[in-house]
């Protein structure tokens, strides 16, 4: 068993300030599944207003059709794979030299993949200065009202992300926790000193890590020593009541994930699978990495007589909203509720500490 083992040997982290002026990705992840399938819905569907627009038949609105996406599907397909190539060095620029960048990558494909091509991409009547430049500005044009469009959709989401982000505060900060934890340490402080100083410094670093940006990728690694610590000082009350096996020789050391995920599962299996049971039981925590995504799973033991409250429903479903804010559809979160068991089973994509 793990559990405690870390709680004295666990080096403190220097403590950060609170940013209580949290800066949002205003640029699109260009890794990120969902990103990419609306960036081609919505690039056809500008395509196809074009090509209504110019048609003056049904023959003429097909040979638009046709004559366009000759030309728009290579450069869309090259694109995509070019931002994606590029995803880590846009990050780190700032959100006008991003946009140029995209906007320049956008035009030379366009100008190199028309001229590859010669009248198959550029129609027998658009060759020339004069076409080069009308699908220049058209391909510019539609990487601004795409880059308008994330930045739009990233503000408009902002409310709901700092809404996410305070719940998940809130619902770490839960009254009975806290006041467990305080006369657990209070029961061992004269006793074991230095027992009751490690657990505040636990105590210390759980709301560090509630507080810290809701945008933030940690180590994967942190986030386990940090759900190490919180079971510490729930075993401080539970006493051997409070088993946990962690299988860990398949979770890869260089993997991110949004912090303060594992530990509320775990919290959710304390507080309605081992504390009913009179006689504890054992939570189980897997991480590995499969089909090259990352995979938590919590698993602990139910009493017949256990229900879903609504916290732990919120609590839950908080993660959920968190996930699909940070991860759009590539984010996975599972139930499997038995007889006698309940179990978690979070995936979501593998991040590593390079591309972050």
């Known amino acids: 068993m793990r559990v405690g083992t870390k709680i004295n040997s666990y080096a403190m982290k220097p403590t950060r300030s609170i940013n209580q002026n949290i800066q949002h990705r205003l640029l699109p992840d260009f890794r990120n599944l969902g990103t990419v399938l609306r960036i081609v819905l919505l ?11 110019q048609a003056v038949s049904p023959n003429g609105l097909w040979q638009q059709i046709l004559f ?4 728009l599907q290579p450069v869309l397909l090259c694109t995509l794979l070019a931002l994606y ?19 320049a990558v956008v035009a030379l494909l366009t100008f190199a993949l028309t001229h590859l091509g010669g009248e198959l991409f550029a129609g027998t009547n658009e060759y020339g200065w004069f076409g080069d430049l009308r699908r220049l500005l058209q391909s510019a044009i539609i990487a601004l009202l795409l880059l308008g469009y994330f930045r739009w959709r990233t503000l408009v989401l902002s409310p709901a992300q ?19 934890s305080i006369n657990a340490v209070l029961a061992i402080v004269r006793a074991e000193p230095k027992r009751a100083e490690a657990a505040l410094e ?12 809701a945008h933030e990728l940690v180590a994967l690694k942190d986030e386990v020593a940090l759900a190490e610590r919180y079971l510490a000082l729930e075993q401080l009350r539970m006493g051997e009541r409070l088993q946990v096996r962690w299988h860990l020789r398949d979770m890869p050391q260089d993997a991110l ?40 799973e919590v698993r602990n033991p139910l009493s017949a007589t256990a229900a879903q409250t609504d916290g732990n429903r919120i609590a839950l479903a908080n993660i959920r909203e ?10 996975e979160y599972r139930v499997e509720r038995g007889l006698d068991s309940y179990a978690v089973h979070i995936i979501i994509p593998y991040r590593k500490k390079e591309a972050s």
């Open 43 to 53: 690039v056809n569907a500008v395509a196809l207003f074009l090509a209504l627009t």
């Open 68 to 71: 366009g996406s000759a030309l």
């Open 85 to 103: 190539v590029l995803n880590p060095a846009l990050a780190r620029l700032a959100y006008w030299q991003a946009a140029l960048l995209i906007i």
């Open 162 to 180: 700092a809404d996410a982000r305070l719940q998940a505060l809130q619902a770490r900060i839960r009254p009975h926790f806290l006041f467990n």
């Open 202 to 213: 636990d105590m210390a670093d759980l709301f560090r890590m509630a507080m810290s940006d």
């Open 257 to 296: 994930i949004p912090p303060l995920v594992l530990q509320p599962l775990l919290e959710n299996a304390v507080y309605h699978g081992i504390e009913p049971l009179a006689a504890g039981g054992l939570i189980e925590v897997r991480l590995y990495l499969g089909d090259r995504r990352l995979h938590l």
């Open 322 to 331: 968190r996930l699909a804010l940070l991860f759009d559809v590539e984010a």
